[in-house]
């Protein structure tokens, strides 16, 4: 069974509009959860982690236990937001589960 | 600092054939760790290492083989490849240093390999 689930493949959106990039995730105990972005022909990184509770390039993520959910928010997409964006659980041995990823696409 | 890198970038294989690839790492980091990554699969975990002379396998290990001899570096061997081992390999690396927190894993720039 998929312990992180990213249900979309692929998100379009236009320059401004609202974007959430959705992350399910299956875990017993207290979830740490993560985000990885990589850009075009740039490496993967880490965009922010759950335990920070940062914003990062405007971009939020609010763990919700009840829903088992790390859904990725930003009010206002830009053009460089796009790329595509995993969702990650750090498991028991202190590995990362990474999900499918989701491509985000912004267009002008 | 160079950060992770990866040797070669590209590769085409035979099957059959063999190849190591390597990945070093000038951080002084504990863990290490070897992904591939397919479209619509995301990336996979292959193996992994938490320290000099050890190895763990992780979610897709079979075909692949890895040593830690020394702290920086991390080896990814295929044995005999095979079309089904066609993709992108990352390497990663992450300080062990307790900072009340699991640490970022830092990625290289990726191995594209094609078995035809």
């Known amino acids: 069974a998929q312990r992180v689930t990213q249900p979309e493949k692929l998100l379009s959106v236009f320059k401004g509009a609202p974007v959430e990039l959705k992350c399910n995730y299956s875990y017993s105990g207290s979830p740490e959860l993560f985000w990885y972005v990589q850009y075009s022909r740039q490496r993967l990184q880490l965009l922010l982690r759950?335990?920070s509770r940062e914003s990062i390039k405007g971009f939020t993520a609010d763990l919700n236990k009840g829903e088992t959910s790390f859904h990725l928010k930003k009010p206002f997409a830009q053009e460089e937001d796009s790329a595509m964006y995993y969702c990650a659980l750090k498991e028991s041995d202190s590995t990362l589960t990474f999900g499918k990823g989701t491509m985000l696409l912004v267009s002008p | 600092n160079a950060g992770v890198t990866q040797t070669p970038k590209f590769r085409v294989l035979k099957t059959g054939q063999s190849m190591t690839l390597l990945c070093a790492q000038d951080m002084n980091h504990e863990y290490m760790y070897w992904y591939r990554q397919d479209p619509g699969m995301g990336l996979r975990l292959i193996h992994y290492?938490?320290?000099?002379?050890?190895?763990a396998k992780g979610e897709v290990p079979d075909g692949y083989n890895v040593s830690r001899l020394k702290k920086q570096n991390f080896l990814l061997g295929l044995e005999s490849a095979a079309p089904s081992q066609t993709s992108v390999y990352f390497c990663?690396?992450?300080?062990?240093?307790?900072?009340?927190?699991?640490?970022?894993?830092?990625f290289g720039p990726g191995t594209r390999l094609t078995v035809l």
């Open positions: 290492s938490v320290g000099e002379g050890t190895t």
């Open positions: 990663a690396s992450r300080s062990y240093l307790d900072r009340g927190a699991y640490n970022e894993q830092f």
């Open positions: 759950h335990i």
